[in-house]
């Protein structure tokens, strides 16, 4: 049997880049663990070489040079994440994370 808690996804805000390149936004978005609320600040929208966009979770760069995840959600999350920036991004069109 596995144990499961209730978990809710809210984007609090988004901030559209002006920069060139291929960031898109940074979000701020809150995820609610049984009760207890996170925080994450720096979740990327970056245009892939197809033009189509991609969330990422927040990162680091690691002194080795290589970017680091700052933090690992399970998948499910992970994607409820993703959904619910590219929603807030374009509303009212069906998205899925890639």
């Known amino acids: ?6 978990a809710t996804v809210e984007v609090l805000s988004v901030t559209l880049s ?7 936004a ?5 995820v609610v663990l049984d009760g207890v609320p996170i925080v ?13 966009a991609v969330v990422q979770m927040p990162a680091y ?5 290589e970017l680091l995840p700052a933090v690992v959600l399970p ?10 920036v590219l929603q807030e991004l374009v509303p009212g069109k069906v998205v899925v994370p890639a």
């Not at 002006?18 to 898109?24: K, S, T």
């Not at 760069?61 to 040079?65: A, I, K, N």
């Open 61 to 65: 760069r690691h002194q080795s040079g």
């Open 40 to 52: 994450l600040q720096g979740v990327r929208v970056l245009r892939r070489a197809d033009g189509m």
């Open 26 to 30: 940074l979000a701020v978005v809150e």
């Open 1 to 6: 049997m596995t144990d499961t808690s209730p």
């Open 18 to 24: 002006r920069a060139p390149g291929r960031l898109i």
């Open 75 to 84: 998948e499910e999350l992970d994607e409820a994440v993703q959904r619910q």
